[in-house]
């Protein structure tokens, strides 16, 4: 069953995401498993936008110490940076 709010999960507010919405391109972490035509028709029907192009990353963990000697990695995602059409946004912040 398709449900678009389990497929995008957050959008991603970092200094590089607010600078490319100048550019109309927004990026948001998605489930692992979503493949680029669920997640435009997802982002289409939560924001009620016409989504041009998508792009998928696969960001991997990066690796953390804690404590002193023990290490292990944050967990991996999968990122999506999502193009609209001219003269439209999505309300991010």
Do not use: C, H, W
Request: glycine residues 4%; hydrophobic residues 40%.
């Amino acid at each position: 069953m398709f449900n678009p709010f389990n497929i995008i999960k957050y959008p991603l507010v970092t200094e590089k995401a607010t600078a490319a919405e100048k550019e109309n391109k927004y990026m948001f972490a998605v489930d692992k498993k979503a493949r680029k035509t669920q997640i435009k028709m997802a982002i289409e029907q939560i924001y009620k936008v016409n989504v041009v192009s998508v792009a998928v990353i696969n960001m991997p963990g990066k690796k953390r110490r804690y404590r002193l000697s023990q290490e292990g990695y944050r967990p991996s995602y999968k990122k999506a940076i999502v193009t609209l059409k001219e003269g439209e946004k999505i309300a991010v912040t």
